[in-house]
C-alpha cells in the first residue's frame, strides 16, 4: 500500500492552477478583474492564436510598486482583503489572491508595472511557476500582463482546449462581460493584430449604456430593447420586447455588483417575465446589472467566482421578475405601442421602481419551463393513424379546393392548427408549422443524400448579419460545413456577416438568417468532432426558422396543399419530434357528448 507523502510545490501550483486557469479565456477574465479592481480608465486587450501563443492585457491603473511585484506572484497574496470578514464588505472583483499565482504556474508570464513617483517600472519574468529574472522597464503609467505559450508544461490540459474559434469566441465572451460590467472604463479588443471593438468610456445614465449594450449585443438585437430599473432597490436591466426574441440565449449577461455571474436563478426570473410572450424556441437578450449588500450574496463558492449564491433568493428572484414583468406590461399597452409607432413595443424609458420586494418572504416561484425542447416521447396517434386518414390523400387536382374524396377542409383554428374531417376517420387537426417543418426537413435532407451540395439562391443585394463578436467567432468555424448546406457568408470583422447566398429551398430573407445563425452559434460545438445528431439538428433548426408559424393565417388552398403534402410524407412527426397531427375518431368524438353511438 503507498504511503502519505507530501507533494512537491510544481505539483502542488500545476493542480491549484486547474481549478482557477481552465482554458484562455479564464486567464483573460482573471487579468480583466485585475485591472478593473487598478481603478484603470482604459484597457486593452491583445491576443493571438486564441490565447494559446499570446494574452496581453494593459491598463492604465495605480500600478504595482516594484516591492509588491514578485509578492504578487506569490499564492494567497493579495492588497483586497486582510482578513475573513472582509468579504462581507468586499468592492472588488478579486480577493482570493490565485489569480497571478495560477497563471504563472502554467505559463510564461511577464508583468510590467509603474507607480506614480517611481523614477522607472518593475518588471518580473514567471516561467512555469519559478521567478525567472527581474529588470526595469519604461516608466509607461498602469500594468501589462503578457501570458505565452499557455499550459507549455501541462500538455494533458493543452490537448483539452477546443479549436481556436471556439476558444476564440469564449475570449471574446470574456472581453463582452468586462465592457458590460464596467462601462467607465473604455476597452479595446484586437485578436492577431485585427481590432474587433474599441469601446469608449461611457457616462452615468441610461443613454450612455445603452450605446455599450449596443456595441455587445449587436446593433439588431439593441434595436428592440425595454429598458427597466428598481433605482430604490439597485437593480436596472435591458431586455428585449416580447415579439422581437432572439433565437439564442448567448445574449444575457448578468452582473451582481459589476461581477459577471452565472445564476440559474436570475434566468428563471427572466424566463418567468415572459411567460405569456415568449415563443418556443425564442430567449431574451439582456444585461441585467444588480447592486447588493456584499453580505447578501456570496461568491466564494468556486475559485473562478462566476457562481454566486443568495442569502434571500425569493427576494432577489421576485425583484427581477416584477421589475422586468411590469416594464413588459407597460409597453404592451396600446397607448405604448400607439407612441412607438408599431404593433409591439419597443424601447421605453425607466418604469415606476418596484415597492416591497424585499419583504416578500417565502420561497422563489416555480421556475421558468423548461428552455430545450422537449423530449416526451411521441403520442401514439402521431404514428398509428387510421387507415383512412392516408386512404383519403389520392386526391384529384382539378376537384375543388376545401372538398375531394370524401375529406373536408373546416377551417383554421387558433390560426395554428387546419382542420379537416376525413370520411370513417373523424377529425384530424394538423399543427401548420409542424407540419411543414417535417416537409422542408425531409426534402432538405434528400438533396445532401442525392445530390451533394444543394442548390444556392444567389442574393441580388446581399445582406450583413450583425452578431456580437464571441457568437461570430463560433459561426466562423462551420463556414466549411455552412458552405457545404448552401450557405454563401463572408465575415466582413466586428461581428458582421455578409449573407451572399442561401439554399433555394429555404429562400431565408434577412431576419430568418439572423435567427438562424443565432441558433447555430449556442449549440455548435467543434465540427471536427461534432456529432451526426448535432449536424442533423442543425438541419432541423433551419426548417424550423423557415416554416409556416403558429398564429400565421393560411388559405384555404395553402391549408388543403400543405394536408396533402403531409400524408406522402414517411414520418409523421416533426424533426424534433413533435406530432404533426392528431385524429379525434367519430367514437371519440360521441364520448365527448355522451353519445351512446358515433353519428
Not at 509603474?114 to 509607461?140: H, I, K, T, W
Not at 428592440?224 to 432597490?233: D, G
Request: charged share 20%; aromatic share 8%.
Amino acid at each position: 500500500m503507498p504511503t502519505i507523502k507530501q507533494l512537491p510545490p510544481e505539483v502542488v501550483s500545476k493542480i491549484a492552477a486547474g481549478e482557477v486557469i481552465e482554458r484562455p479565456a479564464s486567464v483573460l477574465k482573471e487579468l480583466l478583474e485585475n485591472a478593473a479592481d487598478s481603478g484603470a480608465s482604459r484597457i486593452i486587450i491583445d491576443i493571438e492564436r486564441a490565447g494559446r501563443q499570446l494574452i496581453r492585457v494593459s491598463d492604465d491603473g495605480c500600478g504595482i510598486s516594484a516591492q509588491d511585484l514578485e509578492l504578487a506572484l506569490a499564492r494567497h497574496a493579495t492588497s483586497k482583503i486582510s482578513s475573513f470578514e472582509d468579504l462581507d464588505s468586499l468592492s472588488t472583483f478579486g480577493f482570493r489572491g490565485e489569480a497571478l499565482y495560477s497563471i504563472g504556474a502554467v505559463s510564461r508570464m511577464a508583468i510590467s508595472s509603474y507607480q506614480a513617483g517611481a523614477a522607472v517600472a518593475a518588471q518580473v519574468f514567471c516561467e512555469g511557476g519559478a521567478l525567472a529574472r527581474r529588470s526595469e522597464a519604461p516608466p509607461v503609467p498602469g500594468t501589462t500582463v503578457e501570458v505565452r505559450d499557455l499550459f507549455f508544461n501541462v500538455p494533458a490540459r493543452a490537448k483539452f482546449l477546443k479549436s481556436d474559434n471556439t476558444e476564440r469566441s469564449h475570449l471574446f465572451r470574456a472581453a463582452e462581460e468586462c465592457a458590460l460590467a464596467n462601462p467607465h472604463i473604455a476597452v479595446q479588443l484586437r485578436c492577431d493584430g485585427a481590432e474587433i471593438f474599441s469601446l469608449p468610456a461611457v457616462r452615468e445614465g441610461s443613454q450612455g449604456l445603452l450605446s455599450r449594450v449596443k456595441t455587445v449585443l449587436g446593433a439588431d438585437a439593441a434595436r428592440n430593447l425595454l429598458f427597466a430599473e428598481a433605482a430604490p432597490l439597485g437593480m436596472s436591466a435591458y431586455f428585449s420586447r416580447p415579439g422581437a426574441l432572439p433565437a439564442s440565449r448567448d445574449l444575457q449577461f448578468f452582473f451582481v455588483n459589476r461581477r459577471p455571474v452565472s445564476s440559474r436563478l436570475l434566468q428563471q426570473a427572466l424566463y418567468r417575465a415572459y411567460n405569456e410572450y415568449r415563443q418556443q424556441g425564442r430567449h431574451p437578450a439582456c444585461a441585467v446589472w444588480l447592486q447588493l449588500k456584499p453580505s447578501d450574496f456570496d461568491v466564494n463558492i468556486h475559485p473562478q467566482k462566476k457562481d454566486v449564491r443568495f442569502a434571500n433568493e425569493s427576494a432577489v428572484f421576485n425583484l427581477v421578475r416584477q421589475t422586468v414583468e411590469s416594464a413588459i406590461a407597460a409597453a404592451m399597452t396600446p397607448a405604448a405601442q400607439a407612441a412607438a409607432g408599431t404593433d409591439a413595443p419597443s424601447a421605453s424609458g425607466p418604469v415606476p421602481a418596484a415597492r416591497g420586494i424585499f419583504e416578500q418572504a417565502g420561497p422563489p416561484e416555480q421556475p421558468a419551463a423548461p428552455l430545450a425542447v422537449s423530449d416526451n416521447p411521441v403520442p401514439p396517434f402521431a404514428s398509428e393513424l387510421p387507415r383512412q386518414v392516408y386512404e383519403h390523400a389520392r386526391m384529384q387536382s382539378q376537384e375543388q379546393p376545401g372538398q375531394w374524396d370524401g375529406c373536408r377542409y373546416l377551417g383554421q383554428a387558433l390560426n395554428t392548427y387546419l382542420l379537416f374531417e376525413v370520411q370513417d376517420a373523424g377529425l384530424v387537426v394538423l399543427d401548420q408549422h409542424a407540419a411543414q417543418e417535417r416537409l422542408f426537413f425531409d426534402s432538405y435532407l434528400e438533396q445532401l443524400r442525392t445530390g451533394g451540395k444543394p442548390p444556392v439562391q444567389k442574393l441580388l443585394l446581399p445582406y450583413a448579419v450583425e452578431l456580437p463578436a464571441s457568437m461570430a467567432a463560433r459561426i466562423e468555424q462551420w463556414r466549411g460545413w455552412l458552405d457545404s448546406a448552401g450557405f454563401e457568408l463572408e465575415n466582413l470583422g466586428s461581428g458582421h456577416i455578409a449573407v451572399h447566398g442561401v439554399p433555394s429551398l429555404f429562400n431565408f430573407d434577412e431576419d430568418s438568417a439572423r435567427s438562424l445563425l443565432e441558433s447555430l452559434a449556442s449549440v455548435l460545438g467543434d465540427p471536427d468532432k461534432c456529432s451526426e445528431d448535432v449536424r442533423r439538428n442543425t438541419l432541423a433548426t433551419m426548417a424550423c426558422k423557415k416554416a409556416v408559424k403558429s398564429r400565421e393565417k393560411l388559405s384555404p388552398t395553402e391549408a388543403v396543399r400543405l394536408f396533402r403534402d403531409i400524408q406522402k410524407a414517411p414520418v409523421k412527426t416533426c424533426p424534433h419530434g413533435r406530432p404533426v397531427m392528431a385524429v379525434i375518431s367519430p367514437q371519440e368524438m360521441a364520448r365527448l357528448f355522451s353519445r351512446s353511438k358515433a353519428a
